[in-house]
């Protein structure tokens, strides 16, 4: 049963290959989106999280992408963010601040963005490159608040809300290798090693569905403008 369900994730995974960054027309997502609670995502991850996916910014600022915590919260919670550039935030004794020296994400371009990260540290990646490692120790506390996309895990959803398009969305409960991470950035989900979600974002008719086979699919819970 556990293969049948391994093989058919992978047959949804294949209708989803990402050929090059710029050349991606059909990620429509500019919503707000909420993911299950899940042990996958609230118990697994704590040593080991890669989070990774497409982006393209149409304005500068403070803008989150992942958010499972209080942006300065040091007790719980992780997120990756645009705050002049690339941040990692995380809850690890006093608290996880990465910022990236990578000072700019361009805009209206596609741009992969990825974070690696393990109790030795996490590493920024830019289009497959990696750009800047923090040597941070400790571990995780993913905490209770759900996983949010696009917008702020407490207090308003239009708090710091990414403005543009996410497209091919994955978070790992493994700390990816230079390698896995240019797989994952042209072949998102070709990596089943800890896959724990894979939302393509690239319908509009299933905008938050989870193709990973692990069916954490996204609530969408508004929009800024429809891009469909």
């Not at 993911?35 to 040593?47: G, M, V, W, Y």
């Not at 941040?87 to 020296?101: A, D, M």
């Not at 990578?102 to 990825?114: C, N, R, Y």
Request: charged share 15%; aromatic share 8%; hydrophobic share 35%.
């Amino acid at each position: 049963m556990g293969k049948q369900k391994d093989v058919a994730a992978k047959t949804r995974i294949k209708r989803h290959v990402v050929q090059s960054g710029p050349g991606i027309v059909a990620c429509l997502q500019s919503a707000f989106f909420i993911a299950p609670n899940h042990p996958l995502l609230d118990e697994r991850i704590s040593d080991y999280l890669t989070l990774c996916g497409w982006v393209y910014v149409t304005k500068q600022g403070d803008q989150r992408i992942f958010c499972k915590s209080v942006a300065g919260n040091d007790t719980f919670g992780y997120g990756l963010d645009l705050h002049q550039g690339l941040r990692f935030l995380g809850s690890s004794g006093s608290g996880i601040n990465c910022q990236s020296t990578f000072k700019q994400v361009p805009l209206q371009h596609w741009t992969h963005v990825a974070l690696s990260f393990s109790p030795e540290g996490a590493t920024f990646y830019i289009n497959g490159e990696p750009r800047h490692h923090c040597p941070v120790r400790g571990s995780l506390d993913p905490g209770p608040l759900p996983l949010h996309l696009g917008m702020a895990a407490r207090g308003s959803p239009y708090s710091g809300p990414f403005e543009g398009r996410m497209c091919m969305m994955s978070i790992h409960s493994i700390a990816m290798t230079t390698e896995e991470i240019e797989v994952t950035m042209h072949r998102p989900g070709a990596i089943r090693r800890g896959l724990v979600a894979l939302w393509p974002m690239n319908s509009s008719e299933s905008l938050g569905m989870d193709i990973s086979g692990n069916n954490l699919h996204l609530t969408e819970h508004g929009r800024i403008t429809s891009m469909f």
